[in-house]
T-cell receptor
Framework: KNEVEQSPQNLTAQEGEFITINCSYSVGISALHWLQQHPGGGIVSLFMLSSGKKKHGRLIATINIQEKHSSLHITASHPRDSAVYICAVSPNTDKLIFGTGTRLQVFP | AAGVIQSPRHLIKEKRETATLKCYPIPRHDTVYWYQQGPGQDPQFLISFYEKMQSDKGSIPDRFSAQQFSDYHSELNMSSLELGDSALYFC??????????FGPGTRLTVL
């Protein structure tokens, strides 16, 4: 069993839809990260969370430390949001343990 | 704003050759991480450095070595390359315990 699990693995949506990606982890962590990886391979850090909720534009990330669960929400999705979204955790050290990613496709 | 720089962006090597990947962190960042992402796989942590000292080690083969220099840039040296070493190698930098910023990656192909 992976230490970081994401669901769903694949997600398709129509432009404008509200999207939720879930992440569950089984290890103690100091922080949880949401990352975005585009087809070219580059990785962009979206959020780093240790508690509560963060918002950046149309993206919202929440974390429940007690339940070891985090969600990434995208409001008013757009085709340019199409990418792989990766949940990664820092298990009390700085290194990241990555989830398997969620491949999102948003169609016009 | 300056980002993490990796060079080269693409590298093609033959089996048993050596390769050196370079990473230039964001100015004033004191920590560098190396990750390996095989085709269709999740990135895997290889090694990290804080203030020029190795701070953590992951699944890095003995054929690989890395170091961080006085100007904080880091190099990943890979010897006796194998076909399975073909992957995207990411470097990330941060201030310790803070958000990691990723470079664009070096795509290594071993033929």
């Amino acid at each position: 069993k992976n230490e970081v699990e994401q669901s769903p693995q694949n997600l398709t949506a129509q432009e404008g839809e509200f999207i939720t990606i879930n992440c569950s982890y089984s290890v103690g962590i100091s922080a949880l990260h949401w990352l975005q990886q585009h087809p070219g391979g580059g990785i962009v850090s979206l959020f780093m969370l240790s508690s509560g909720k963060k918002k950046h534009g149309r993206l919202i990330a929440t974390i429940n430390i007690q339940e070891k669960h985090s969600s990434l929400h995208i409001t008013a999705s757009h085709p340019r949001d199409s990418a792989v979204y990766i949940c990664a955790v820092s298990p009390n050290t700085d290194k990241l343990i990555f989830g398997t990613g969620t491949r999102l496709q948003v169609f016009p | 704003a300056a980002g993490v720089i990796q060079s080269p962006r693409h590298l093609i090597k033959e089996k048993r050759e050596t390769a050196t990947l370079k990473c230039y962190p964001i100015p004033r960042h004191d920590t560098v991480y190396w990750y390996q992402q095989g085709p269709g796989q999740d990135p895997q942590f290889l090694i990290s450095f804080y203030e020029k000292m190795q701070s953590d080690k992951g699944s890095i083969p003995d054929r690989f070595s890395a170091q961080q220099f006085s100007d904080y840039h880091s190099e990943l040296n890979m010897s006796s390359l194998e076909l399975g070493d073909s992957a995207l190698y990411f470097c990330a930098s941060s201030l310790v315990n803070n958000e990691q910023f990723f470079g664009p990656g070096t795509r290594l192909t071993v033929l």
